[in-house]
């Protein structure tokens, strides 16, 4: 944490940039913006309070994935975009989730009635990095979402959209099934032989 001021206001401004404007309060805190500090640049215009503890610089453009990156922020970075909503970052479906769904690594206790939470881990090769948040890979939203209260019809509707794309393979998505809940499993199987069924 630097003294100078200009300093502290660069440090954040970087940190903002690669979070598509956002921060947290604790994160502002780590740089040395004090509570009352930070209620002053509310106050003054320079920073615009977007929910309890999350701030975005003024002016910063309205960008297509916002909400990704807030509740990226909002989860301290732990959240990757999973189930339903990664089902629409994919375009797998046509499925609209009606909350921002996320897997964060267990213990995590924080809530908001505008995100599904999913406690899990995830390996590196299940993960896409976006700028400023983090989205499951298509193979790991397809097994997620099979094993999540969808209809069987967005299941297989996804299935085939992932494989016409090239998103995955059939192959891939059998050996997925056989590390994945007998739920996801099921309905992945049930998925793929529809396909064939209709071929």
């Given at each position: 944490?630097?003294?100078?001021?200009?300093?502290?206001?660069?440090?954040l401004n970087a940190l903002a940039y690669s979070q598509a404007g956002y921060f947290s309060a604790a994160q502002a805190l780590d740089f040395g913006y004090s509570y009352p500090v930070q209620r002053y640049h509310v106050g003054a215009g320079n920073w615009v309070r977007v929910d309890r503890g999350l701030f975005r610089l003024a002016?910063?453009?309205?960008?297509?994935?916002?909400?990704?990156v807030l509740w990226s922020v909002w989860s301290r970075n732990l959240g990757v975009v999973s189930h339903d909503s990664a089902?629409?970052?994919?375009?797998?479906?046509?499925?609209?989730?009606?909350k921002t769904?996320?897997?964060?690594?267990p213990p995590f206790r924080k809530e908001d009635k505008l995100v599904q939470v999913h406690l899990g881990t995830l390996d590196e090769n299940e993960v896409e990095q976006r700028?400023?948040?983090r989205v499951t890979t298509p193979l790991r939203?397809?097994?997620?979402?099979a094993g999540w209260p969808i209809s069987q019809e967005h299941v297989d509707q996804a299935v085939v959209d992932a494989l016409e794309r090239g998103?995955?393979?059939?192959?891939?998505i059998i050996a997925a099934s056989y590390s994945a809940s007998e739920r996801a499993a099921l309905r992945l199987e049930r998925a793929l032989g529809r396909m064939v069924d209709h071929a």
């Open positions: 944490m630097s003294a100078d001021p200009r300093d502290r206001r660069r440090q002016g910063w453009p309205t960008e297509q994935d916002d909400e990704y089902l629409y970052v994919h375009q797998l479906s046509d499925l609209v989730p009606t769904h996320l897997t964060v690594p700028r400023g948040w939203t397809l097994v997620d979402a998103a995955v393979t059939r192959r891939e």
